[in-house]
């Protein structure tokens, strides 16, 4: 389960520093960036949460998450150049954080833990 906990941490800091450099300087909307960087914020809602193994968290944020899927999956087929790899990384790191928090969740509940 440490492994989950790891990766589940590890994608969801990635996905927060990668929403705020794409929006500041890897590939922004408008030169030197936009108020669109505000999105890695609800990212932060559960990462602390994430970062302590908090169940309830791990049971939730997987839903968050779905939001920045979207927006990867949009952005990898419609933006050009770097733009869109960036929304295919996007992507990558909300799979990886989703399926981590779900099977952490999954093999942590109390029910698990008996046996």
């Known amino acids: 389960m440490k ?13 927060i520093f990668l929403c705020v450099a794409w929006e500041l300087w890897l ?3 408008r030169p030197g960036g936009s108020w669109l960087v505000l ?18 968290t791990y049971q ?5 998450v779905l ?10 087929w419609s933006d050009k150049g770097l733009s869109a790899w960036l929304g295919g990384l996007e992507t990558v790191l909300s799979v990886v954080f989703f399926f981590a928090a779900i099977y ?7 029910s698990r833990q008996a046996h």
């Open 3 to 15: 492994t989950l906990q790891n990766l589940a941490s590890a994608s969801l800091i990635a996905l």
């Open 27 to 29: 590939a922004p909307i």
């Open 39 to 56: 999105k890695a914020l609800p990212l932060l809602a559960p990462l602390m949460g994430i970062l302590k193994g908090r169940r309830y």
């Open 60 to 64: 939730w944020a997987p839903m968050l």
């Open 67 to 76: 939001a920045y899927f979207t927006e990867g999956v949009v952005r990898a």
């Open 104 to 110: 952490y969740a999954k093999l942590s509940a109390p």
